[in-house]
């Protein structure tokens, strides 16, 4: 090979591999990097500034030079390092000026990336796509045992994005999660490879543009925006089913972006042979790459998925309510965190701690037809509708998890005093027992005793909101 030939080969290379690599991570070690040699035995010397260079890149980098070298040619058999000083040089011409190789994208890079999104101007307006959700990652997606595949693809893709499986394509019921994978790698690949661009946008977007485009003549500039990304996510691919135009523009896309090797990630509720009305060519690119399912969490991972949003939301609630929610919502994430948000919002407007019948009443308001495993709220209301003290007495021992004799005896301790307290004031209020009457029920205590109970709760209820909540939902239990 001539000196010219070598050094655009190893431009080439590096142009290949690049999207794969952190820019810093190129600017620091391929730095005034050259091919040397290759041999009639298929080696080839690649030539480095320094001994880190040769360290760093030999280790980490060997494998991907290798195959995009064999991919331009297929003579090449292996690939060794030579440390040549003179390559540091300043005036040094042989070796590759890597800064270069970036420059044409220093303009996309100011007017693209800040927004993490493409524009495309037709005349004065812009149209943009939807910005990336920062709460999706791929840390706080709970996978659970059935999804480790897709999500490992996931991690996969946005550690190396155009390198393993693409395009990737993510299929699975409403509610599962399509959409916070798709975005989580859109989000992780952008910490990894802040240099790249990347584009989400539902396929009915998609549409939406491809129609307007046509309509206003900007197809060249619609087509730039789409063409020129690293990272191309697709939500909703169904969607595409009988748009043909919409369909013709997206395979010349696909195409282009493949052909670069940028990476391609699509979504959808079914898999690409099961999409109605969709162009063959389109459901044969979508299956060539790695086509994984999503499924319906089992119980541990429906669990795990509440507590990862009380996290979220800061918010502590009864693990047994927790278990209550995931064993009544099956098929759903989506639910799974609507019902969570709902009950909240309701403890907080009334004041009321979360309960396993709160959560259930819920549930069927959502879905009328729906049975409640574990809670019948309708037997439940009728043996809330309390008439004797004996009655709260047992709703307040059940609701602080203690046993009766805890609630009437002896024990000074606060997690036993306070409940005591606590049912004497609701016996007071509600049932209008007098303190003589309490006091009887409570082993025989003193009626001073009983005052003494309901005015320090009456002081409490003052400024401590717990209490106050706590009471609340017990009155609820009640049926009050």
Same mark, same amino acid.
Do not use: C, M
């Given at each position: 090979m001539a000196q010219r030939d070598t050094k655009q080969l190893w431009v080439d290379v590096i142009e290949r591999i690049k999207p794969t690599i952190q820019k810093a991570h190129i600017l620091t070690w391929f730095a005034g990097s050259a091919i040397l040699e290759k041999k009639e035995d298929g080696t080839v010397i !690649?030539? @480095?500034?320094?001994?880190?260079?040769?360290?760093?890149?030999?280790?980490?980098? =060997? !494998?991907?030079?290798?195959?995009?070298?064999?991919e331009m040619d297929d003579s090449v058999i292996s690939v060794q390092y030579q440390v040549c000083p003179r390559l540091a040089e300043k005036n040094n011409i042989e070796g590759v000026d890597v800064k270069s190789l970036f420059a044409n994208e220093e303009k996309k890079v100011k007017k693209v990336r800040n927004l993490n999104e493409v524009?495309?101007?037709?005349?004065?307006?812009?149209?943009?796509?939807?910005?990336?959700?920062?709460?999706?990652?791929?840390?706080?997606?709970?996978s659970g045992r059935a999804n480790l595949l897709p999500h490992a693809a996931c991690t996969a893709v946005s550690s190396a994005p155009g390198g393993v499986y693409n395009p990737l394509y993510i299929y699975g019921s409403v509610g599962l999660g399509k959409t916070h994978l798709l975005q989580a790698v859109g989000n992780e690949v952008l910490k990894n490879f802040p240099d790249m661009v990347v584009k989400y946008i539902t396929a009915e977007r998609f549409v939406t543009e491809v129609v307007a485009a046509i309509g206003n003549r900007y197809m060249s500039s619609f087509k730039d925006q789409y063409r020129n990304v690293d990272v191309f996510l697709l939500d909703d691919v169904q969607f595409f089913a009988r748009k043909d135009s919409s369909q013709q523009e997206f395979?010349?896309?696909?195409?282009?972006?493949?052909?670069?090797?940028?990476?391609?990630? @699509? =979504?959808?509720?079914?898999?690409?042979?099961?999409?109605?009305?969709l162009d063959e060519r389109l459901k044969s690119?979508?299956?060539m790459g790695m086509v994984v399912e999503l499924i319906p969490p089992d119980f541990e991972t429906r669990v795990a998925i509440l507590n990862q949003k009380c996290k979220e939301?800061?918010?502590?609630?009864?693990?047994? !309510? @927790?278990?209550?929610?995931?064993?009544? @919502?099956?098929?759903?994430?989506?639910?799974l965190e609507g019902v969570l948000r709902q009950a909240v919002a309701?403890?907080?407007?009334?004041?009321?701690v979360t309960t396993i019948r709160s959560v259930a009443e819920i549930i069927r308001k959502l879905n009328k037809?729906?049975?409640?495993?574990?809670?019948?709220?309708?037997a439940r209301k009728n043996q809330a509708m309390v008439k004797t003290s004996c009655d709260v007495m047992n709703i307040v021992s059940d609701y602080y998890r203690l046993t009766m004799d805890d609630l009437i005896g002896q024990n000074r301790h606060k997690e036993f005093m306070i409940p005591r307290q606590v049912c004497m004031y609701?016996?007071?209020?509600?049932?209008?027992?007098?303190?003589?009457r309490i006091g009887a029920e409570f082993g025989g205590r003193n009626h001073t005793t009983v005052m003494h109970a309901c005015r320090q709760t009456e002081k409490i209820l003052k400024k401590n909101v717990k209490i106050v909540r706590d009471i609340n939902t017990i009155k609820k239990e009640m049926g009050l």
């Open positions: !690649v030539g @480095l500034a320094t001994t880190f260079a040769e360290t760093w890149i030999a280790g980490k980098y =060997t !494998v991907k030079i290798l195959q995009a070298l064999q524009n495309v101007s037709r005349g004065g307006e812009k149209i943009s796509s939807k910005i990336l959700n920062e709460r999706y990652t791929l840390f706080n997606f709970i395979f010349h896309t696909f195409n282009e972006l493949y052909d670069r090797n940028k990476q391609i990630i @699509l =979504t959808s509720d079914r898999p690409p042979k099961e999409i109605d009305d690119r979508f299956g939301f800061q918010l502590i609630l009864d693990p047994e !309510v @927790l278990q209550f929610i995931a064993t009544n @919502l099956t098929s759903n994430v989506r639910e309701e403890s907080e407007l009334s004041n009321k037809a729906q049975e409640i495993i574990g809670y019948d709220i309708d609701i016996i007071k209020h509600e049932l209008g027992e007098s303190y003589e």
